[in-house]
């Protein structure tokens, strides 16, 4: 069956770069059925969705983090990563990876599978 | 973008009992709604898509109905494993989740 395990720091200091990756395994990221996401939740809130990355390479990205955010892919490895700039303590939270249904729209359908999530804290 | 607003917050309820959640979107977003369940500790699991359709393998206790701007999600008879948190997501527009029903026993 499809799985995804994110992987990095769990601790990133204010103003740096929070980096995770996402390994895929049981289908290929360069599948056109879907997108690869990254979603985030704080303690205690609802998720919020990050941005994703389909298999031609194109990204969309949540408004209120595109300016921050960066999503790659390596399809040699079957991974996508996830690159969070300036970050302060309002980005620390658990972050998932999630492969979402392609359907014809900007963005995906639903989240299935996600990945167990790792927690970032933001602290110095 | 969207909001969503999911009521109650959270609900305390007997096995066997009949629990409803509701959402509600901020415009009308047609059947484009989905409902998951988080257990402690876990990620969200899907479990119904578009507003009523059962993921596959998801006991037939759980259901979803309605459209447009109000949604309801059903278990008719709650079991221990149900104890978890319950999030509704819109994707009309950019995705969005609701703030979740916690559902203890």
């Known amino acids: 069956q499809v799985q995804l395990q994110e992987s990095g720091p769990g601790l990133v200091k204010p103003s740096q770069t929070l980096s995770l990756t996402c390994t895929v395994s049981?289908?290929?990221?360069?599948?056109?059925?879907?997108?690869w996401n990254w979603i985030r939740q704080p303690a205690g809130k609802g998720p919020e969705w990050i941005g994703h990355?389909?298999?031609?390479?194109?990204?969309n990205y949540n408004p209120s983090l595109k300016s921050r955010v960066t999503i790659s892919k390596d399809t040699s490895k079957n991974r996508f990563s996830l690159e969070l700039h300036s970050v302060t303590a309002a980005d620390t939270a658990v972050y998932y990876c999630?492969?979402?249904?392609?359907?014809?729209?900007?963005?995906?359908?639903?989240?299935?599978?996600w990945g167990q999530g790792t927690l970032v804290t933001v602290s110095s | 973008d969207i909001q969503m607003t999911q009521s109650p917050s959270s609900l305390s309820a007997s096995v066997g009992d009949r629990v409803t959640i509701t959402c509600q979107a901020t415009?009308?977003?047609?059947?484009?709604l989905n409902w998951y369940r988080q257990k402690p500790g876990k990620a969200p699991d899907l479990l119904i898509y578009d507003a009523s359709n059962l993921e596959t393998g998801v006991p037939l206790r759980f259901s979803g109905s309605g459209s447009g701007t109000h949604f309801t999600f059903t278990i008719t008879s709650l079991q221990p494993e149900d104890i978890a948190t319950y999030y509704c997501q819109q994707y009309d527009n950019l995705p969005t989740f609701g703030g979740g029903t916690k559902v203890q026993i």
């Open positions: 415009q009308n977003i047609g059947v484009y």
């Open positions: 990355i389909y298999a031609s390479g194109t990204t």
């Open positions: 999630a492969r979402g249904l392609a359907s014809g729209y900007d963005w995906a359908n639903w989240f299935d599978p």
């Open positions: 049981g289908d290929s990221i360069s599948s056109d059925d879907f997108f």
